[in-house]
Each structure stands twice: as C-alpha cells, then as structure tokens.
C-alpha cells in the first residue's frame, strides 16, 4: 500500500513535532440518520500526484476520531503538512475539530477549521468502510490553502490482537534485508476503543524480537491514528527500551513496521510487515 509506506515515513518525523502545541474543541450538525456504524478511527490521505509522483501539498492527509450520531458528526483530527516539517502551515500535533453530516444517501461531508482556513472533506461511503474509499478535500483560506484534491478515506479497524512476522535490517537506502539480520517479532496489542482529547487510540502491550536480534519492547503508552501505529505518545517520552513505528491496512490485518532498540541488538532499525493470527 504506497500511502501506508509514506505515512510510516511521517511517523518517523514525529519526534520533531514533539514540542508543538494543541487544543481542541467541537460541535454538531443535525441530519438525517444512516444504518451504517461508523463512530472510529478514521483517515483521508491524498491521492499521489500523477504528474509527480509526489503526495499533494502543503497538506498531505487528515486522521483522527469521528463519531456519528442521527446523521450529525463531530470528531477531532490532525493534518500534516509534508512540505515543511520546521515550518509547516499547522502543526503536526494541532487538534482540529471536525464536524459535518452524513446524509441518508451516505455522502459525508466534514468541516475542519484550519489555520484560518476550512477545509472541506467530502466522500460517499459504501456499506464496506474498511477500505479505501474515493473522494476530496479542499482547504479555503490561510497558508494551507489548497485546490480540490483527490483523496482516500477510510475507517481503520481496531488492532487489538496478536501479529507475527519477521523483520529484517535493510540495505542503506534500499528495500533489501541484509543477510543474517532475520528476526522473528510477535506483537500483541490491546488499543482502546474510546479516543483520547486529541482523537487519538490509546494502545497497550508487548513486542517481542527473537532472531538475529533478542529482546522485548513494553508499550505501556501507544497510540493508534489513522494508519499509523506507535510505541510512545506524540507529546510525551520515549520508552528507554527503544521505539515501534507502523502502518496499518484499513482492517488492521496486516501491520508494516519498523522496529528500533537504543542498548540492544546492535542499536540497528529493524523493518518488516506482521500480520494479524
């Protein structure tokens, strides 16, 4: 999944942003109700340019809590502006309050405030919301402002489970493992099903490496976003064990990783996908 693997590019930027600043807030639009269940963890990610190559910018994509209620929304979401991580347009832990409406034909339409512009994200979901789900976004006024762009909405599903797989250390600047450096990991996981303040999942439990390298990570304050998957909160220390980034499919399935320890196995990152048992 191409955005999946940027995504766990930003994620690994997030200690950069540690030291930026938040705040959130909220309201409700009244519409008419819908059958589907949606109130969860959400994502919409630009579509990559196609004369580029490139995501589009100054903002790349959109995650968060959504919870629906009669057709009215209201949740809290971040953006990442991925042309300037010292200086971007919104801070990368800024909580923007989303509200909006879901109509009785399932077009979602959400409203997102953005440093002194609005953003408008727009899509019709199916019956399936654990998928990649067509639609765009646009932000009016302020220095993110952007024309309407072609994007991907999904809900992720709870990653709460057990996930196996085997990393590897790759090749300076390539997707190539280096040999003898196979290592079997077992994540279990356990996120909350109630966001925090700043529409984020809080997550629990374990990773253990045996292999080539040989050691356990405790994640005693994780959290889940969109797709992305961490071993330590945004704002907050990082475990003296070492640090878990990931990506995650919108089921949860399958789990792409990168695996670092600061005292042990040779300081080296390790990478990988795990999927769920």
Same mark, same amino acid.
């Given at each position: 999944?191409?955005?999946?693997r940027s995504h766990l590019r930003i994620l690994l930027l997030?200690?950069? #942003?540690a030291i930026l600043g938040c705040g959130s807030s909220g ?13 969860? =963890?959400?994502?919409?990610?630009? =579509? ?28 809290? +979401?971040? #953006?990442?502006? =991925? ?7 919104? #801070? ?32 019709? *979901? ?43 250390? *790759? ?15 077992? #994540?279990? +996981? ?5 966001? =925090? ?19 356990? *990570? ?7 976003? &969109?797709? &992305? ?44 996908? *795990?999927?769920?048992?």
């Open positions: 999944m191409p955005h999946m997030l200690p950069l #942003a309201g409700i639009v009244s519409t008419p109700s819908t059958a589907l269940d949606l109130t969860g =963890n959400w994502e919409a990610i630009g =579509n990559l340019v196609s004369n580029t190559g490139l995501p589009p910018s100054p903002i790349e994509d959109f995650n968060g809590s959504l919870a629906f209620t009669n057709g009215s929304v209201i949740g809290v +979401l971040r #953006a990442f502006d =991925n042309g300037s991580v010292l200086n971007p347009c919104v #801070a990368l832990t800024q909580d923007l309050p989303a509200i909006g409406t879901l109509d009785s034909n399932n077009n979602l339409t959400l409203t997102v405030p953005i440093s002194g512009g609005i953003a408008t994200i727009t899509a019709t *979901l199916p019956q399936n919301i654990h998928t990649f789900i067509p639609g765009s976004y646009q932000i009016v006024g302020g220095p993110c402002a952007m024309p309407a762009t072609a994007m991907k909405i999904s809900q992720f599903a709870n990653t709460t489970g057990t996930y196996t797989g085997t990393f590897n250390v *790759l090749a300076t600047g390539t997707l190539t493992p280096v040999p003898g450096t196979a290592t079997a990991i077992t #994540a279990v +996981l356990t996120q909350s099903t109630i966001p =925090n303040a700043d529409g984020q999942f809080p997550l629990t439990g374990s990773i253990t490496a045996a292999g080539a390298c040989t050691a356990t *990570l405790a994640i005693t304050n994780g959290l889940v976003f &969109g797709d &992305g998957v961490t071993s330590w909160p945004l704002s907050g220390p990082i475990s003296q064990q070492g640090t878990f980034t990931g990506a995650i499919d919108p089921t949860a399935d399958t789990l792409y990783g990168n695996l670092f320890f600061f005292s042990t196995c040779n300081s080296q990152s390790y990478n990988g996908t *795990l999927i769920r048992q």
